[in-house]
């Protein structure tokens, strides 16, 4: 454990001839951070803190490469503070006592600590809590860092007690400019990278500087002593393919299927194709997928047509059977089906109005010639008249009258045939 003999952390990460190119490109003030406008333009709460050296505790939320940690320095080197550093991945409570501990003898010397712990959402309840009385009484100033929901994976208790910034992913202009930055300020020596490179490394990066910088260094350092140009075919073979951000536990999980069911629902085949798409490559179960395709399929097109369940079940029966990837066709084949099927939620929205009744004003019991048994006399059979209807009430006393199934304008055929029905029975 160090002790306040040996020399204070700083903000400043520490640069070694094996340091990655985005780590010793990191911006060390507001001049040169790029992107997240939204949260640091003129007059904002957190770039008013930065610039008066009064940081507050917070949770900044970001996909991979969007700055988060960079952020952070920023925060900690603009006020008089000690940067304490831990990765929520490699320590446990012991290592944050030992912080606060150290953060309590600043304290006793008018010195302040700001606690930087990266991937907090890997902490457990327990651990998170042993932070609380720390922040509260201001011991130390956290900034927490997350790729998740801070709603979902941190604890209420410590979200009352900071602040949440949502870090946005970094567009390819934002891309592009870091990654001129790094060329221009020599990071590739004397090796030449062609436009058509930066182009390429700025649009597949995926908004991740980290993995675009990663790909630069590589591409140069593979063509360093060669050609010294680095062209398009270096900068794809340096970054291999696009990154996909996305995790089955966590936003992108629900925002993609969200994003999927609204496109399907929309009517719109190859929006539904396109969030298929990322699902499959983003490794989701398709499992998952199949169900969601079975419900929407019910929940919104229902009996304007009721082929569609029969597809979606089919799809949902193909993928346990043969599994991936040849399950994926039947998913595309349900999407592209299910996308252009007549759209109605007339039989939901029934259900709901049903149900709805029945909360307010409870279960009343069958008529006598409904109920099961000896004690259903008086049940008039619907076969034994003329089209199959019978004139006979079907519904309870208190409830005689209520509508609840209403066919829209894509239940044409099942609205005539409800009208002939309810005009056979005398309603």
Known sequence: MSSLFDPEPTADAAVGPGTPLAAR????DLSEYVGQEHLLHPGSA???AIEQGRPHSMILHGPPGSGKTTLARIVAASADAVFEELSAVEVGRADVRAVIERATQRRRLGRGTIF????????NRAQQDALLPAVEEGLVTLIGATTENPSYEVNGALLSRTRVYELRELTDDDVRTLLRRAIDGGACGDVRVEDDAVELLAARAAGDARTALAALELACSTVAGETGVVDEAHAGDALQRRILHYDRKADRHYDTISAWIKATRGSDPDASLYYLAIMLEGGEDP?????RMVILASEDIGNADPQALVVAVAASHAVELVGLPE???ALAQAAVYLALAPKSNAAYRALGAARAFVRDQGAAPPPVQLRSGGRGRGYDYPHDHPGHVSPQELLPDAVVGQRFYLPDEREAELARRHEAIRRARGR
């Open 287 to 291: 499992r998952f997928i199949a169900r």
């Open 25 to 28: 490109l990191r911006p060390h």
């Open 327 to 329: 399950g994926a066709h």
């Open 46 to 48: 957190l770039r008013t």
């Open 116 to 123: 930087f712990l990266d991937e907090i959402h890997r902490f």
